[in-house]
C-alpha cells in the first residue's frame, strides 16, 4: 500500500542537527496520520507521500520547517520570587500574559536562576536549528474511521489518550 491521504503510516527515524550529531531516534515504529493532521512535520510528510513500506527517506528541513526560528522575545527575566524554592535549571513551567486564555499558555524551561531572578525560555529547545529527519517506513494500512474521526492514530485495542 502507498502512503496517501488517511493512511496510517509506521516509521523509525533519527533525527540529525546540521553537524551530524544524533538527537533522537526511535526504539520501536512510531505512527502518524497522513494527510494534514499535524501528526508530522509538513515537510517529512510531503517527502515520504506515495512511498511504500521499506522505502528510506532523509529530509533535510530549515527552522521555519522544523521548530521555527529562535524569538529572543520568549526569554523573560522574572523576580525569584514568582517561583518555588527549589527551582532549578532545566525545570519546566506553563505561563502566558495575565489575560491569556488557557489556549495562549506556553512552556517555559527555566535557563538561569540566581538570588534575585529566573530566566525562562519559551522556545522549543530545538528553535532556530536546521535539522535532518531522515529513516525507513515500517508500515502503511488504511486509517480506521475512529482514526479518522478524532484525526490521529490509536493504539492496539483501540482508542487510547
Do not use: C
Amino acid at each position: 500500500m502507498k502512503i496517501a491521504k488517511d493512511t496510517v503510516v509506521s516509521l523509525n527515524y533519527e533525527l540529525h542537527d546540521a553537524n551530524g550529531m544524533l538527537l533522537e531516534q526511535t526504539d520501536a515504529p512510531v505512527s502518524y496520520l497522513h494527510g494534514g493532521y499535524d501528526g508530522i512535520f509538513p515537510a517529512v510528510e510531503e517527502a515520504l507521500h506515495g512511498k511504500e513500506a521499506g522505502a528510506t527517506f532523509s529530509v533535510t528541513m530549515s527552522p521555519d520547517d522544523a521548530f521555527g526560528e529562535y524569538d529572543h522575545d520568549l526569554v523573560h527575566v522574572e523576580p525569584r520570587g514568582l517561583f518555588p524554592e527549589n527551582v532549578q535549571i532545566g525545570m519546566q513551567f506553563e505561563g502566558g500574559a495575565e489575560d491569556a486564555d488557557d489556549e495562549d499558555y506556553m512552556l517555559y524551561t527555566v535557563v538561569d536562576v540566581n538570588d534575585k531572578e529566573v530566566t525562562v525560555d519559551g522556545n522549543h529547545p530545538l528553535a532556530g536549528k536546521t535539522l535532518t529527519f531522515a529513516g525507513s517506513i515500517a508500515g502503511v494500512r488504511a486509517a480506521t474511521a475512529e482514526e479518522l474521526a478524532h484525526g490521529h492514530v490509536h493504539g492496539e485495542g483501540g482508542h487510547h489518550h
